[in-house]
């Protein structure tokens, strides 16, 4: 036996030995496991409580036009915070009413004063500025300030608060947008309900409350302990609110099915006449093995998002990779140990209305049989139905459109979409998001020149027919003398100006997007003409050059996640073609979820069942986070489903009856699994925060598509049509590939040849 056969013989037979051992000693040593992760528990809790800082809603990256431009305002005016919290206040004046009234000007002028505290920047007065609309009614003020919205102060939100409300009480209407009062989002309802779908899932898989509370336990220890490592996080590393909600979301539905796994694999352990000391080895020696190299796909494609380089994506990646890693490891330790607490209530106690079925037995001719036995049948047709339903789902990606979240897609009747919607009724939607055009004239031999000429271009351009700039707003908005002369003293001093573009369309729009491309085509000859250069900027750029970021970053990822779990899958199957078919499965899956997104957020179809009022472009994160994540998930339900299929096979069974045979036996566990998913990705689809909502109805669609479309329709008719073949390596290749004997095969043979004992 050469040296890469012993190695591979070697780890095989480790890796589901030394599971089956650690699940019988947490067993048996249940309350030192208990209490480990107890005491593990609070003492990240009391670190959170005491360290925690805050979470923001910003989405930053360094490197871009957009936030170079920022970075050259911070350099040359060191005051200044372009990447500060902002808000908008706008003020309506009651119907027949003017805000230039005498009395409500004194309010207005009142709010202004009561707002300005010492972490204010500026305040542009809605009457010196011109932010007043036509008929008098509605004005805004635009206020700035010099920390960012993490560090913002509570006195200077108190005193947004506090100034809005008095207005509010003289009479006016008030809102407030903008993100200094951005809060925290809280999901406690988003819980609730996956954490209500499970249970009830679980109670009619397994027939018993005292089954199905355990991996609603462990799961909700995993999330506890991941968040609370996040939270405390926060403390030393700035990280969008998005990372401990992601983490939540996850945690809660992979230790929900991790548990679920070795939770049906116990129970039929047990069935069998082991021992419950055994049985608990046994189960996360076998279905332990599939958790571990499930959760290792899920890990390596959240983790993997670092190799984009995006800051805000790798916190999520890696925050959602650490919390599923938790997850694995209460799986096969704290699982085994409840078990041993709870002794046989496991396996009696059954629910009345329910039948004593074994979730793991294949004696019975259930309905998951008798699905997989049509499918085989049909192969073809359900091969070519299932791409073309796939094919057909997917086709309103091809009009996606990716945008930054803004004000517009928040809750109707919110502040801030108040906010956003009496400003754009009344300014047009541009004034919500502004562009700024930041002109370096470092380089410039005449600096006023090449700030003239730079708003000359701007100019000329919203002159164009069908010009999507509805105003221009000069660096010098004076022609005094004196103001001449106080501009140029700035921009010898600062040695730049910026020059404030209104676009016509919304912040998300799609010409907006546009427009930023053609102000940067129209201002790439500025260096050679003038020798200064312009930056364009604002949060609608921001958007645009994260999203082209995105784009660029893509490709790579894709590569690097999907060719590193692919190797791995073919380690876990001993096969070229399984892993491979899993992938492109999983890009059908990607389709589906993706095309039901763009169909409900972008074009508003049932978008009411979601409560969703409004249509918006797609969050500008979603394809590459969506991918990540659901790549991970996809190989989930591969991993389980086919390793009772490749189990059947190396048994001896034919391979068109291992299909069969494998299915029936993991099929109705899988469907509990994707069923809870769903139910908890679908829990956060329901809370008012957009970003959540977005990953949450595109995870639950991609979930329900991967498996009950792509796992349980394409792959069985795909495998019975390829037959024997679907198992092929080549033989050059063995020798270098492990056998990770996720079947536990070997773990089997070890146990009886070592006289272990059963009932």
Known sequence: MDREVRFNVLLEVLMAWHLFRLGRWSFVHRRLVAGAWAILFVVLGAGAATLAGQTNDNFELSGIESTEAFDLIQERSPQAAPDGASARVVFEAPEGQ?????????????????????????????????????????????????????????SDKDALEDAAQAAEDAGLTVAVGGDALAGETALPIAELIGIAVAFVVLALTF???????MPLLTAVVGVGIGVVSITLLTGFVELSSVTPALGTMLGLAVGIDYALFIMSRYQHEVRQGRTLEEAAGRAVGTAGSAVVFAGLTVIIALAGLSVTGIGFLTQMGLGGAFTVAISVLIALTLLPALLGFAGRRVTTGRLSFLKDRDPEGGSERTNGRRWVETTSRFRWPALVAGIALAAIASIPVASMQLALPDDASKPAGSDARVAYDLIADNFGAGANGPLIVVVDTQGADEPAAAVDAATTRLQEMAAQDGSDIAAVVPALTSDAPEAQEAFAQQLEALQLATITVVPG????????????????????????????????????????????????????????VVGMAVFLLIAVFRSIWVPVKAALGFLLSVGVSLGATVAVFQWGWLSSLLGLDTTSPVIFILPILLTGILFGLAMDYEVFLVTRMREAYVHGTPARQAVIDGFAHSARV??????????????????????????????????????????????PAFMAIVGDRIWWMPRWLERFVPNLDIEGERLASRLEADGATTA
């Open 505 to 560: 369309s919304g912040p998300s729009d799609q010409s907006t997007k546009e427009l930023v491309a053609d102000i940067r085509d129209a201002m790439a000859d500025l260096p050679g003409e003038t020798g200064a250069r312009a930056l364009v900027s604002g949060q609608t750029a921001v958007g645009v050059d994260i999203a082209n970021e995105l784009t660029d970053a893509f490709p790579v990822y894709l590569v690097v």
């Open 98 to 154: 003017s805000l230039s009234d005498p009395d409500n000007k004194k309010v207005v002028d009142r709010a202004i004063a009561d707002l300005t505290t010492d972490g204010v920047l500026s305040v542009a007065d809605p009457f010196t500025a011109g932010t007043i609309s036509e008929d008098g009614r509605v004005g805004y003020a635009s206020v700035s300030y010099s920390s960012t919205v993490v560090d913002l102060p509570q």
């Open 670 to 715: 899988v469907v509990a699994a994707a069923v809870i998913m769903m139910g908890v990705f679908a829990g956060f689809a329901l809370t008012d925060d957009v970003i959540l909502k977005t990953i949450g109805f595109a995870l639950a669609v991609g979930v329900l598509a991967d498996a009950f479309l792509v796992r349980m329709m394409i792959v």
């Open 207 to 213: 027939g018993s409350l005292v089954a199905a509370g």
